[in-house]
């Protein structure tokens, strides 16, 4: 009876169990009491490594033979094991039978049943391995490198094992995950980038932990390509003969692109008076001997698969712009003295100056609005020359507690330089009185005419006169 139900039961094992059961594990009328198991099933849980024990007490076991088995592979009866795996072993210890598995494997987690055949029956209990495995973590490809083009959608893959599940997080260095993206994949394995632009491209970190042993992570690296883009310093540079000149080009492209320089239509090589150079990104074009030939346009062209970007520099002798001195003016009754400072190699010829009035803070029924540019042309001084040229002019005949908006150009030989920065001053609160001739009272940085100091310097003299003793009239 027993063999037959074995075999309906474990059909692969039916002649091996029939003959332990008919050989090791006769039934005899001694065993008339029959046995009892009395441990409870258990859920262990063991890292990976370490040694599984399960336990089997049985109460009046008599001559009776214990069997450990797997789902249908018996691993040991009695004190005999049956497995070949050299891992496995069974202990007795106080009625106790164990069967103990070394250097756990993720292979070794499921049910093991110890079991007891009695007459017509099957007694039992079923222990649950659950083996825990720190996590493990892989860039997907192994190199870990991804590359896509400017606007493409792209997805960053890495494999995650472990036990139980771990937590995945991703991360990118010097930066944030790129707007937008997000988990897919099982296990959030997968990070979606929809649309990625050059900003997104970086080195990514895969970080997953779940508790068992040390966190890992993977690292992967995006590569964005897109066509070449240009910045530069400055689209105009001032400059005059003799003097050296650098143009620089920051140049950005995936793959790296090549660099061209161009004078006009003509390509610049390397030559004794011209220089160009490469740092990273910097490319730079050096004139080390400006000539007024030297004046003209400049072009660095910048090309990789993707596309080609072309940006123009004009070198050239015209003035800078004006930088007016906000802590260098002089507000007055109904004038301001203005100041301002330009820069240039040659002498400047003259200046024109445009103001008008943009608001008033007393009831005047005198409106801003609308006001038209007064211009005045205010000459250069060519007798003494610096580099840094510094003008101050004086405005007349203006109204009291008004503000006022102006700018100023600057002309040498090589032509009109670009307007200054608007800039605005406001006159002292005052009824409007009479004023002095505009332009009268201005000085530059070669020369001075001071009106004022004159006619203050007469008044001086005609009191000393009066005052003097003996002075006849």
């Given at each position: 009876?027993?063999?037959?139900m074995?075999?309906?039961?474990?059909?692969?094992?039916?002649?091996?169990?029939c003959?332990f059961?008919?050989?090791?594990?006769?039934?005899?009328?001694?065993n008339?009491?029959?046995?009892?198991?009395?441990?409870?099933?258990l859920q262990?849980n063991?890292?990976?490594?370490?040694?599984?024990?399960?336990?089997?007490?049985?109460k009046?076991?008599?001559?009776?033979?214990?069997?450990?088995?797997?789902?249908?592979?018996?691993?040991?009866?009695?004190?005999?094991?049956?497995?070949?795996?050299?891992?496995?072993?069974?202990?007795k210890?106080?009625g106790?039978?164990?069967?103990?598995?070394?250097?756990?494997?993720?292979?070794?987690?499921?049910?093991?049943?110890?079991?007891?055949?009695?007459?017509?029956?099957?007694l039992?209990?079923?222990?649950?391995?659950?083996?825990?495995?720190?996590?493990?973590?892989?860039?997907v490809?192994?190199?870990?490198?991804t590359?896509v083009?400017?606007g493409?959608?792209?997805?960053?893959?890495?494999?995650v094992?472990?036990?139980?599940?771990?937590?995945?997080?991703?991360?990118?260095?010097?930066?944030?995950?790129?707007?937008?993206?997000?988990?897919s994949?099982?296990k959030?394995?997968?990070?979606n980038?929809?649309a990625?632009?050059?900003?997104?491209?970086?080195v990514?970190?895969?970080?997953?932990?779940?508790?068992?042993?040390?966190?890992d992570?993977?690292?992967?690296y995006l590569?964005?390509?897109?066509?070449p883009?240009?910045k530069?310093?400055?689209?105009?540079?001032h400059?005059?003969?003799?003097?050296?000149?650098?143009i620089?080009?920051?140049?950005?492209?995936?793959?790296?692109p090549?660099?061209?320089?161009?004078?006009?239509?003509?390509?610049?090589?390397?030559?004794?008076?011209?220089l160009?150079?490469?740092?990273?990104?910097?490319?730079?074009?050096?004139?080390?001997?400006t000539?007024?030939?030297?004046?003209g346009?400049?072009?660095?062209?910048?090309?990789?698969s993707?596309?080609?970007?072309?940006?123009?520099?004009?070198?050239?002798?015209?003035?800078?712009?004006?930088?007016?001195?906000g802590?260098?003016?002089?507000?007055?009754?109904?004038f301001?003295?203005?100041?301002?400072?330009?820069?240039?190699?040659?002498?400047?010829?003259?200046?024109?100056?445009?103001y008008?009035?943009?608001?008033?803070?007393?009831?005047s029924?005198?409106?801003?609005?609308?006001?038209?540019?007064?211009n005045?042309?205010?000459?250069?001084?060519?007798?003494?020359?610096?580099?840094?040229?510094?003008?101050?002019?004086?405005?007349?005949n203006?109204?009291?507690?008004?503000?006022?908006?102006?700018?100023?150009?600057?002309?040498?030989?090589?032509?009109?330089?670009?307007?200054?920065?608007?800039?605005?001053?406001?006159?002292?609160?005052?009824?409007?009185?009479?004023?002095?001739t505009q332009?009268?009272n201005w000085?530059?940085s070669?020369?001075?005419?001071?009106?004022?100091m004159?006619m203050?310097?007469?008044?001086v003299?005609?009191l000393?006169?009066?005052l003097?003793?003996?002075?006849?009239?």
């Amino acid at each position: 009876m027993i063999c037959k139900m074995l075999t309906r039961k474990l059909t692969n094992y039916s002649y091996f169990l029939c003959f332990f059961l008919f050989t090791d594990l006769p039934f005899t009328t001694n065993n008339s009491i029959s046995p009892v198991i009395l441990s409870e099933p258990l859920q262990i849980n063991k890292p990976k490594g370490e040694t599984a024990k399960f336990y089997c007490k049985v109460k009046h076991l008599g001559d009776r033979h214990l069997v450990w088995r797997r789902g249908y592979e018996v691993l040991a009866t009695g004190h005999l094991v049956v497995s070949a795996d050299p891992r496995i072993s069974v202990e007795k210890h106080s009625g106790v039978n164990s069967l103990v598995i070394k250097h756990i494997t993720e292979h070794d987690a499921g049910d093991y049943v110890c079991q007891i055949s009695i007459l017509n029956d099957i007694l039992s209990v079923q222990h649950t391995l659950d083996v825990l495995v720190s996590p493990t973590v892989i860039s997907v490809p192994p190199n870990g490198a991804t590359t896509v083009k400017e606007g493409e959608d792209v997805t960053l893959q890495c494999e995650v094992t472990g036990n139980p599940i771990p937590t995945v997080i991703w991360s990118k260095k010097n930066g944030g995950l790129p707007q937008g993206a997000h988990h897919s994949c099982h296990k959030n394995s997968c990070l979606n980038i929809p649309a990625a632009t050059k900003d997104d491209a970086g080195v990514f970190q895969c970080s997953a932990d779940n508790g068992v042993g040390d966190p890992d992570q993977a690292t992967l690296y995006l590569t964005v390509q897109y066509p070449p883009v240009i910045k530069v310093e400055a689209e105009k540079i001032h400059s005059g003969p003799g003097s050296r000149v650098v143009i620089n080009c920051e140049v950005f492209g995936e793959p790296a692109p090549s660099i061209q320089w161009f004078f006009g239509e003509h390509q610049i090589r390397p030559s004794a008076s011209t220089l160009i150079k490469q740092t990273q990104q910097l490319h730079s074009l050096v004139i080390i001997d400006t000539t007024v030939n030297s004046f003209g346009n400049y072009s660095c062209v910048a090309k990789n698969s993707l596309g080609t970007f072309k940006k123009y520099i004009e070198v050239h002798g015209r003035p800078t712009s004006a930088k007016f001195y906000g802590d260098k003016v002089r507000s007055g009754k109904t004038f301001f003295e203005l100041s301002w400072e330009v820069e240039s190699f040659v002498p400047i010829l003259e200046y024109r100056l445009l103001y008008r009035r943009i608001e008033m803070k007393t009831g005047s029924k005198i409106q801003a609005e609308g006001s038209d540019w007064t211009n005045v042309i205010i000459p250069g001084d060519d007798k003494t020359y610096t580099e840094k040229q510094t003008m101050r002019w004086r405005l007349d005949n203006l109204f009291p507690d008004t503000t006022y908006e102006c700018l100023v150009q600057a002309r040498n030989k090589y032509g009109w330089s670009q307007a200054s920065k608007m800039f605005s001053f406001t006159t002292v609160i005052q009824t409007v009185q009479s004023a002095a001739t505009q332009g009268l009272n201005w000085t530059s940085s070669g020369n001075q005419l001071r009106w004022n100091m004159d006619m203050l310097s007469a008044i001086v003299l005609a009191l000393v006169i009066f005052l003097a003793p003996g002075t006849a009239f």
